[in-house]
C-alpha cells in the first residue's frame, strides 16, 4: 500500500486548507485510513481517522473545525481544515491500517502505512 499526500501550504490564521490523501495498491473500503500530524520537536500526534469506513473520530483539538471525507471508489482521504490557528503549524501524515481496533486508531505506532507529509504552515 502506497499513500501519497498533497495540499500542504501557507496559510493565514483563520483560513482554510484542504489536504488530499491517495491509496495505491492492496487497498479497501474496510481500511482505516487517517492524519496524524507532528510539529517541530514534539511527537506525532492523531488529527482524525475514517475508521474502516464506518465512522470518523477526531481529536478533540481539531472538533468543529477539521472535517475527513473519504471517496472509496477513487481511494483518496481528504482533510478539510478551517479556522486554522497558528498551532495547527505541523506535518500532516496522512496512515493506513487493514487491522485497527477501534481503541488502536488515536496511536501512530498501530498504523502500517504511512505517506510522505505535506508541511501546513499557518501565520498570526
Known amino acids: 500500500v502506497q499513500l501519497q499526500a498533497s495540499g500542504g501550504g501557507l496559510v493565514q490564521a483563520g483560513g482554510s486548507l484542504t489536504l488530499s490523501c491517495a491509496a495505491s495498491?492492496?487497498?479497501?473500503?474496510?481500511?482505516?485510513m487517517g492524519w496524524f500530524r507532528q510539529a517541530p520537536g514534539k511527537e506525532r500526534e492523531f488529527v482524525g481517522t475514517s475508521f474502516r469506513g464506518v465512522r470518523t473520530y477526531y481529536a478533540d483539538f481539531v472538533k468543529g473545525r477539521f472535517t475527513i471525507s473519504r471517496d472509496n471508489a477513487k481511494n483518496t482521504v481528504n482533510l478539510q481544515m478551517n479556522s486554522l490557528k497558528p498551532e495547527d503549524t505541523a506535518i500532516y501524515f496522512c496512515?493506513?491500517?487493514?487491522?485497527?481496533?477501534?481503541?488502536?486508531?488515536?496511536?501512530?505506532?498501530?498504523?502500517?502505512?504511512w505517506g510522505q507529509g505535506t508541511l501546513v504552515t499557518v501565520s498570526s
Open positions: 495498491g492492496r487497498t479497501g473500503s474496510s481500511f482505516t
Open positions: 496512515a493506513a491500517d487493514s487491522r485497527l481496533i477501534l481503541s488502536s486508531i488515536y496511536d501512530a505506532h498501530n498504523y502500517d502505512y
